[in-house]
């Protein structure tokens, strides 16, 4: 049972609230690592493992009862238990990069900041069931009325893209704080430009980071 967190050095992930860009992004850095002839995963959350993304459709279901709170914050770190132990430490162990469409920051803003839940009960959980934590994290900003327009603009919404607008605005302002807090690990993203200066300013900050480990 992992207690302290240890930050690994190749765990990339990739965080923003809904319609931020993440996939157009996600598909630059995939190209940016392979570039460089190193082992790479790529993966997602809620997800990740069979296991995981069948949490992911419960969570995100529209046709049961909507979990509540709780239920929600521990699903998402039942699937990130199995997440990390099943594909993200065997990834790691054997030196490959992993890039993450999103990871445990993502319960900080959605299940933490824009549900009310208790953080410190988040950091435990952290700490307890995860007990990683990425080297590098890009933050995709956006304003919510420019991602939400975005992200409704793909077709039906699933349980979360369904919230109303003041849930998004905290969970922007929880990444945003997430951020302000560990500077050496996050850069923040203007995702308002087109997506191809978005994509080409998140592999620049992906390279510089790579050339600082070296």
Do not use: N
Not at 28 to 55: F, H, K, M, S, Y
Not at 104 to 117: I, K, L, M, P
């Amino acid at each position: 049972m992992a207690m302290t967190l240890a930050t690994q050095p190749r765990l990339v992930t990739l965080e923003g609230g809904e319609g931020a860009g993440k996939s157009t992004v996600l598909a630059a850095l995939r190209e940016e690592i392979a570039a460089r002839g190193d082992g790479l995963v790529c993966t997602r959350e809620p997800g990740g493992t069979p296991l995981a993304e069948q949490i992911r459709g419960l969570l995100l279901d529209t046709h049961h009862e909507p979990p509540t709170a709780d239920t929600e914050l521990l699903l998402m770190f039942a699937a990130r238990a199995q997440h990390v132990a099943e594909t993200i430490a065997p990834a790691l162990a054997r030196g490959a990069w992993v890039l993450s469409d999103r990871f445990t920051d993502a319960s900080y803003a959605y299940q933490g900041a824009a549900r009310g839940g208790d953080v410190g009960f988040i950091a435990d959980l952290e700490r307890r069931v995860v007990g990683i934590v990425p080297g590098l994290t890009l933050l995709l900003d956006v304003p919510v009325d420019v991602g939400l327009q975005r992200a409704r603009g793909r077709g039906a919404a699933d349980r979360i893209e369904g919230e109303r607008e003041d849930f998004f605005e905290r969970v922007r302002e929880g990444y945003l704080a997430r951020a302000a807090a560990e500077p050496h690990r996050f850069r923040v993203i203007d995702a308002t430009r087109p997506i191809e200066a978005v994509a080409a300013a998140a592999r620049a900050h992906l390279r510089d980071y790579m050339a600082g480990l070296a």
